[in-house]
């Protein structure tokens, strides 16, 4: 939530902000046109849900006001499954069931595929409070 605020300090008031996260929410796993499994996301989504009790913290505080929210399917493609699980190896909250790790060091098919959700939010920076108030303690 610091972040948010710093943020907020830092633009000017009617400026915009964009928030951009994965969902990590029924994030597929495919080689080729075969479906493998879906990554372990029950850690990520404590981070995620953390993030947004942040943003509607400073939302509520009127220092930012949400003006859209999207949701796009966005897929990340590697050329094989050695590079995707290259990848998998460097996740912090997400995890690679055994199951669907096999599945994919076993797949010959290729291209290999992480299938997410994203979110997108764009905000609206509101005045900023005056010297001494909340922001300046944060």
């Known amino acids: 939530m ?4 710093n943020v907020q300090q830092a633009v000017v008031p009617g400026g915009r ?12 796993v495919r080689a080729g046109p075969r479906g493998l499994g879906f990554v372990d ?4 989504a404590r981070v995620v849900a953390e993030m947004d009790e942040g943003i509607e913290q400073v939302c509520s505080e009127g220092l930012l006001e949400e ?3 999207l949701r796009r ?14 990848q998998v190896a460097g996740w912090e909250h997400l995890r690679l069931p055994a199951r669907v790790a096999r599945r994919l060091r076993e797949a010959e098919e290729r291209p290999v595929e992480l299938v997410d959700t994203v979110r997108y939010r764009l905000f609206e920076c509101c005045a ?9 303690r944060a």
């Open 41 to 44: 996301a029950s850690d990520f």
């Open 67 to 69: 003006l859209r929210d």
């Open 128 to 136: 900023r409070p005056a010297e001494g108030g909340d922001l300046a």
């Open 2 to 5: 610091h972040v948010l605020r």
């Open 17 to 28: 902000v964009l928030d951009v996260h994965p969902l990590g929410v029924d994030m597929a």
């Open 73 to 86: 399917v966005v897929v990340e493609r590697y050329d094989d499954s050695a590079e995707a699980l290259e």
